[in-house]
């Protein structure tokens, strides 16, 4: 990687250019397992990549404070303007058109910033895709649809933007149905819907902040969840499959529906 750029004034004994040292990397699935948990709890990667948040043709800037400028010039619109640290080695050249999303250099992004680019539908996608590379590299064949039921529950919140009519409150996290509900009532009524922009959660943080406090307990913080709930008077209605295993109830499916269970033979 080449350090200066040229009409650099230097002086004896500065660095030319360095070529990076290879770390060796472990092939197992041991060693792919951080990689999976810093997925699932969708943690900002140690040297996480820039990506681009528009479509445009890419240009070189002055230097700055030891960071490289690479600016986006889009056909409409203002450019924008990215620094890079010294050293990374940039995945982009003078000229090249980018689209949104594509990183400027080596690295693994940050899910948020895909989610905020590119929406849900790529975040998800990229999740699936990343976490499958860490198992084929053993051999190891994973259906997709396992993965896809663990995204599907860290994008099920929504961040309130715009209460609207509604009594959300501004920055509120709420669950997709029940905003989805409360929308179409308003809509119905003839008032002004609420917004709200796409949430992705660790899976961790997913599963404590259900709207069932026994799910909830059974997962981390018992005590902690069960003193909230007690202090705030909540009520679980066991509406979904792992209230009702965990109280010894049949689960909300198949048979098990309501409108099934008054069935005679």
Sequence with gaps: IVMVTEGDQVFPGDVLARIPRETTKTKDITGGLPRVA??????????NAVITEIDGVVSFGKDTKGKR??????QVGDPREYLIPKGKHISVHEGDYVRAGEALMDGSPNPHDILTVLGEKEVAKYLVDEVQQVYR?????????????????MLKRVRITDPGDSEFLLGEHVEKPIFEEVNEQLVGRGQRAAVAEPLLLGITKASLST????????????TKVLTD???????DNLLRLKENVIMGRLIPAGSGLRQYRDVRK
């Design 38 to 47: 810093e997925l699932f709890e969708v943690r900002k990667p140690k040297e």
């Design 69 to 74: 400028k690479v600016v986006i010039t889009p």
């Design 137 to 153: 590299l053993q051999g190891v064949k994973i259906n997709d649809k396992h993965i896809e039921v663990i995204v599907r529950q």
């Design 211 to 222: 709207q069932s406090f026994i799910s909830a307990a059974s997962f981390q913080e018992t």
């Design 229 to 235: 709930a007690a202090t705030a008077g909540k009520v």
